[in-house]
């Protein structure tokens, strides 16, 4: 299958760069697959699983939050906030992370500023938990 | 008399020595922490490229004549983000930092975030406004540091408390050169932005300005995160270099001191013999 050069960015390291067969991240409009060719394209990314198919047909799961993709020229750049690949991810640690951020939920009301940032943590705890499963 | 002055020599060089102990230590401890500083500065470098074109690419198709964090308005007041060590012993590091604010700052009325202690120290003193009472630190500063400070700068000038964003940190060129570097966080200059060459119809999952928006604080966050990197860095390279030039010129003083003290006991020597033989002539 035809392939494109992909990047895969934080600010903390170059996570991926090489050519993929598939790209598939979750945008605040909701998953997207970037396959070779795509058209120019830039989505500000949401939090969830993200997997991308490299050269050799291999799938590699991962979870992904905040951020912007773009397609453009063909190349794609993936700038995440955070980018962890599945075998990276602590999933003891994420599970604990989703019962406190759940706890927390419990406790605050809506319009919290709190809120906001417990939802976050818990929606990252999901995307954590969802890629390693 | 010779005698005297035999043991203060002798005391001079103990305690030059054991200077001479502290700064190598020290230099050793800078050593080591250099690699992981440099190896953590060269993995932060790619964001702040990819970004630049990621974000160029979305500028280029924006319509509106206002692009939030791009469009300069009338500059009333400032904020400077300002990156300083830990410590001191570091060479001219902190005061560098501190001189090229004070310099680029004339007459205009800001508000600061500083990183690190020296600075946060220093801009306290002075009776600026600190923008946050945060404790930033420098050495294992983390990303999720660098995402609250973006944010509570992407606020400040959302909230028009100021209306320009500097970043004061030290650039790490090489080993033996580091040099301070003023840059404007915001507005995001489009001249920064590589200009794209073949504007084709790109396709928007959300409005570009919106994209924008949603992007540029992490863009700082990014930027933010590298700047402590390279700082961090040189800060550790310049107290390296500071440390090493203090115990070769400790090293010289010995020298120097073990001269002259030989030249003390020689001479004591010489008048014992000379006192002893004109006693034996008598």
Known sequence: MATFHLQIVTPDRLVFDGQAERLVARTVGGDVCILAKHIDYA???GIGAAHIVDEDGKEHKAACSGGMLTVYGGEAILMATTFEWAEEIDLARAERAQQQAEEKLRKLSRDDREFVLASAKLKRAIARINAVE | MAGASMKDIKLRIRSVESTMQITKAMQ???????????ERMESSKPFGVLARQAISAAVARCEDAHIPYLTPRESKRRCYVIIAGERGLAGGYNSNVFKAVAAHSEGVEYCVLPIGRKAIDKYQHMGVQLLDDTQYRVEGANVGACFRMANLLVEGYDQ????????VYTNFHTMMDQQVDVQQLLPVIRAELPEDATPVSTVYEEEPAETLRKVVPDYLAGRLYSAVCDSFASEVAMRRNAMDSAT???????SELRLRYNRARQGAI??????????AEE
């Open chain 2, 28 to 38: 050793l401890v800078a050593t080591s922490k250099l690699r992981r500083a440099k």
């Open chain 1, 43 to 45: 989505a500000p990314l």
């Open chain 2, 270 to 279: 010489t008048q014992e013999i000379t006192e002893i033989v004109a006693g």
């Open chain 2, 248 to 254: 070769k010129n400790a090293d010289a003083m010995i």
């Open chain 2, 160 to 167: 028009q408390q100021f209306d320009e964003v500097w970043l």
